[in-house]
């Protein structure tokens, strides 16, 4: 399956992206994969992400927040014809061969600091203040099944769980997931998003299917019969 994103502004095309990445940044710094240059988005605002056969699109807590088809949505998988919006700009998404229909986009607002939030966070970010690039690194260690005892460091900036083949962190059981859930390392952390599976993934015994989960060092990560402990490397 071939999908891209089609980048506009207003009626007009900007560009349009191929998703062959792993994983595709979307935001107002130059070295984002889709620069969208706008102040009303943020330096690092979304990006999109290829699990198994899901593309998968996911909000870095965004000033202005990141909407689908004018929904706000903090995780989402996107479907053919899903319009994204990110600033005064939007992103088609289509995939393989299919045109994509053309969605009512909304009106531009005639003022822009209507779309700004002006918050001293808000001003220094506009004004380009450099962000910590430095990444922590951290790992699990099992807890429990075959591999008990031994340790994984996450060095990659994905890390998928589940029972499908091109997983990982490997989960057996009937109600975990193929791709049950992820693992992103960021400049803000480990985050651990559920996808998918009746089995849910647990974080300290607190479910994380609703919403992504910002790991802490010593966290337990539960899923199925399987269960780890996140650590940050020293």
Do not use: W
């Amino acid at each position: 399956m071939s999908c891209k994103l089609i980048l506009k502004f207003k009626d007009t095309v900007v560009a349009e992206y191929e998703l062959t990445q792993e994983e595709t940044t979307i935001g107002r710094k130059e070295d984002n994969t889709i620069h969208v240059d706008n102040l009303a988005v943020s330096s690092r605002h979304a990006r999109v992400l290829k699990i198994g056969q899901k593309i998968i699109l996911e909000d870095l807590g965004s000033t202005n927040g990141t909407q689908v088809n004018d929904k706000d949505v903090s995780k989402y998988v996107l479907n053919h014809g899903d319009v994204i919006t990110v600033g005064k700009h939007t992103l088609s998404f289509v995939c393989s061969d299919a045109k994509p229909s053309v969605a009512p986009q909304p009106e531009a607002e005639s003022d822009m600091d209507k779309t700004m939030i002006i918050s001293s966070a808000a001003r220094e970010e506009m004004m380009g203040k450099p962000a910590a690039t430095e990444m922590v690194l951290g790992g699990i260690q099992y807890l429990s099944g075959p591999l008990m005892g031994k340790s994984m460091e996450m060095k990659a900036s994905l890390t998928s769980m589940g029972k499908g083949n091109n997983c990982k962190i490997k989960v057996k059981g009937m109600l975990v997931g193929k791709q049950a859930a992820v693992f992103t390392r960021r400049p803000t952390g480990y985050h651990i998003t559920h996808l998918e599976g009746m089995s849910k993934t647990k974080v300290n015994g607190e479910s994380v299917a609703d919403h992504p989960r910002v790991l802490k060092d010593g966290d337990i990560i539960e899923l199925a019969d399987l269960k780890m402990q996140f650590y940050i490397k020293k």
